[in-house]
């Protein structure tokens, strides 16, 4: 079975998400993917019990074979972690982890469209049992509700210009695969930024990936449950990759441990960032940051 995804700054979350190896001790990976943190935690502590959610029953197969070895020691839940947490028991869990990043199994082998580069139908379900896809976007949203889209989540500031590109494409046949939308977006916006430091069209699905897994929208209800969730002395830590998912992460917890008796202390007054050697070897590393609070 081959491991693709590299586990992000993987030290320092083993630095800084710490408990007692006793029994008893849970840890919630909320967003598990292939396993490289649940596998950090499992090697570590021998007696630590790894609840390991993620909603793509694809990539889960592959947590679930690495780690038959460990037995009931890994517990997979096929769930989005906002569901499985907001019906978790009070102050059951010592540690709780999110990686908020898409798994390099994602673009390389779910054959979903996720990768602008890639002849593949445009889907980008997380859920394949969910009714809207990247897909069911780009074809029937409206021009106005689609530039949005793009430029709500993806900041784009060719948004309207790509949109509108989008439904004048559509008009002629329907918007099937993942690089038929990416000719679409290059040829709609200017040739210097055609030819810029990054795709033109990095940001497009960017925001169609997060708008069809409505993924923003399930991290403050996740986090509000996680500290309910975590005993005391426990800590939460977040691993996130673009502005977006780093500001409802950071203001969540600046304004819950400003509060009057806060149940929160910050960590990390600065989120932690990959060492140089780390982006070197993990480029996609680059963007990440990583925060800790601890429950008091």
Same mark, same amino acid.
């Given at each position: ?5 590299y ?46 959610l ?9 947590a ?37 990043g ?13 990768s ?14 969910q ?18 889209v ?19 494409a559509?008009?002629e ?11 679409? *977006? ?5 040739k ?11 940001r ?5 990936? *997060? ?13 509000e ?13 977040v691993?996130?990759?673009h ?19 806060s149940?929160?202390? *910050? ?17 996609p ?12």
């Amino acid at each position: 079975m081959e491991i693709l995804h590299y586990p992000v700054m993987h030290q320092e979350v083993l630095d800084n998400l710490v408990v007692p190896d006793e029994e008893g001790r849970v840890l919630i990976d909320c967003t598990t993917g292939e396993g490289g943190h649940s596998a950090l935690f499992l090697s570590k502590y021998r007696n630590l019990n790894v609840i390991g959610l993620d909603r793509d029953s694809e990539i889960q197969k592959k947590a679930i074979e690495r780690f038959k070895d460990y037995k009931d020691r890994f517990q997979p839940v096929n769930t989005w972690f906002d569901d499985y947490l907001a019906l978790r028991e009070s102050e059951s869990a010592d540690l709780i982890l999110f990686d908020l990043g898409i798994s390099i199994f994602h673009y390389e082998e779910s054959r979903r469209g996720f990768s602008f580069r890639a002849d593949e139908v445009l889907d980008m379900r997380l859920d394949s049992n969910q009714k809207n896809s990247a897909r069911t976007i780009v074809n029937e949203y409206g021009e106005e509700e689609l530039a949005d889209v793009i430029y709500r989540y993806g900041e784009e500031r060719y948004s309207r210009r790509i949109a509108r590109a989008i439904c004048e494409a559509r008009k002629e046949k329907a918007i099937e695969t993942a690089s038929e939308l990416a000719n679409i *977006i290059s040829r709609s916006v200017p040739k210097e930024y055609r030819y810029g430091r990054i795709s033109p069209s990095t940001r497009t699905f960017q925001a169609l990936r *997060i708008e069809v897994n409505h993924e923003l929208d399930r991290i403050s209800p996740a986090l509000e449950n996680a500290v309910r969730v975590l005993r005391p002395g426990g800590r939460i830590g977040v691993i996130t990759f673009h502005s977006l998912e780093d500001r409802i992460v950071k203001w969540f917890f600046k304004e819950r441990a400003a509060k009057e008796n806060s149940d929160i202390r *910050i960590i990390t007054k600065k989120p932690i960032v990959p060492t140089e050697a780390e982006e070197k070897e993990n480029s996609p590393s680059r963007s990440a940051k990583l925060r800790i609070v601890e429950k008091i």
